[in-house]
């Protein structure tokens, strides 16, 4: 079993539309989350960072930990075609996510106008 | 921007080859990361240096290596390259105890 498993989609959805992302984790040492989107040929850009159980509202961004489930989401309300990227879970056990990171396959997401 | 830059953005170099990627942390960040990415997958953790040293390393064969240097700036060497070290290298860098900020990449191609 991987220790963070993510679905890669595809996932497409009509401009507006509310997008839920989610990954879920095995090992319970992770209590830093973090969502990273990256677009085609790019480094990955952070996008939300969490630190152990509960939600985080970044404008149309909604981050939310589940621990006890081992389960996280990423919400995109008011989906635009700019969003259209390949979005990232990453998790770390210390160092506020700054030690070793471990991601998730990543979820290509398209917007369509 | 994040303030990390890699260089070169991309290379092809020949099997059995050795190759240098170079990242300029973002100012102030005394620590760096380094991942390597397949097509189609999530970045995998090569090693980790803080203040010159290393503090961690993932599942990588000695032949990947590492330098930080005193600016923090730090390089990845791959001796004796192989097809399956074609990917996305990216760096990473941080102050300890928060997120990290990537760069954009160099994309290596072995053939």
């Known amino acids: 079993q991987k220790e963070v498993e993510q679905d890669p989609g595809p996932l497409s959805v009509p401009e507006g539309a509310i997008v839920s992302l989610n990954c879920t984790y095995s090992?319970?040492?992770?209590?830093?989350f973090m969502w990273y989107r990256q677009y085609s040929r790019k480094g990955p850009e952070l996008l939300m960072y969490?630190?152990?159980?509960g939600n985080k509202e970044d404008g149309r961004f909604t981050a939310q930990v589940d621990k006890s489930s081992k389960y996280i989401s990423l919400f995109i309300r008011d989906s635009q075609p700019s969003d259209s990227a390949t979005y990232l879970c990453?998790?770390?056990?210390?160092?506020?996510?700054?030690?070793?990171?471990?991601f998730g396959k990543g979820t290509k997401l398209t917007v369509n106008p | 921007e994040t303030g990390v830059t890699q260089s070169p953005t991309h290379l092809i170099k020949t099997r059995g080859q050795q190759v240098t990627l170079r990242c300029s942390s973002q100012?102030?960040?005394?620590?760096v990361s380094w991942y390597q990415q397949a097509l189609g997958q999530g970045p995998q953790f090569i090693f980790q240096?803080?203040?010159?040293?290393?503090?961690g390393r993932g599942n990588f064969p000695p032949r990947f290596s590492g330098l930080q240097f005193p600016n923090y700036s730090s390089e990845l060497n791959v001796n004796a390259l192989e097809l399956d070290d074609s990917a996305l290298y990216l760096c990473?860098?941080?102050?300890?105890?928060?997120?990290?900020?990537f760069g954009q990449g160099t994309r290596l191609t072995v053939v």
């Open positions: 240096y803080y203040r010159e040293e290393e503090n």
């Open positions: 100012s102030g960040h005394n620590t």
């Open positions: 090992n319970s040492a992770f209590q830093y």
């Open positions: 990473a860098s941080s102050l300890a105890n928060t997120e990290a900020f």
């Open positions: 969490t630190y152990s159980s």
């Open positions: 990453a998790m770390s056990a210390g160092g506020g996510g700054s030690e070793k990171l471990v």
